[in-house]
């Protein structure tokens, strides 16, 4: 198994990040959040897990140890995929599924595209007591790089690839704009994360 992959950033797609290690491009599954703190040609360190199938290898990246246990305990729940897992992942930091897993929130749960009532139900029931407290440990645990000016188009191409139309993410931008706008290092991770909960109010 590989644990992690350290090295420089060759390359950045909407839900991949390529990181040379030792003369070898590693293609890597992110989500956006954890994407937004990457850099081409800057160093970076993932956390991974080495998904098997019968006509791939795929290797998903995560921002810390945590969210890549979480992603493969997630993974355990009757039709949860890899990239189900890890679009769960992209809403909510681990902490606040705990949260929600512990207090029976099904809301919490339903904001994730893909994710319907009875879904959630079943999630909220094979989960109990298996993902543990909330750590406390930030909102935004290591997802926490500036992105300057371009956070409005890191924010839009993200709400993109969790499968947004154009015009919700223009609107979701638009509605977290304000935030951003107040705060000297706008954080995509968070940013997302608030536009998310817009999104999910108006539906």
Known sequence: MIAFVSGQVAALAPDT?????????MAVQCAPNTLAALRIGQPAKLATSLVVREDSLTLYGFADEDERQVFELLQTVSGVGPRLAQ????VHTPD???????????KALTA??????????????ELKDRLGEPVGSGADRGIGSPVG??????????LLGL??????????????????EAEQEPNVGALLRAALQTLNRTR
Do not use: C, F, N
Not at 87 to 90: G, I
Not at 96 to 101: F, H, K
């Open 17 to 25: 990040a390529v990181i040379e290690v030792g003369g070898v491009g």
């Open 87 to 90: 679009t769960m992942l992209a």
């Open 96 to 106: 606040a599924l705990r949260s929600a897993v512990a207090v029976g929130d099904e």
């Open 112 to 125: 994730v595209p893909g994710i319907g009532k009875k879904g959630a139900q079943r999630l909220l029931l």
């Open 149 to 158: 000016t371009s956070w409005r188009e890191q924010l839009h191409a993200a």
């Open 163 to 180: 499968g947004y139309a154009t015009r919700e993410a223009d609107e979701a931008v638009a509605a977290v704009t304000p935030r951003a």
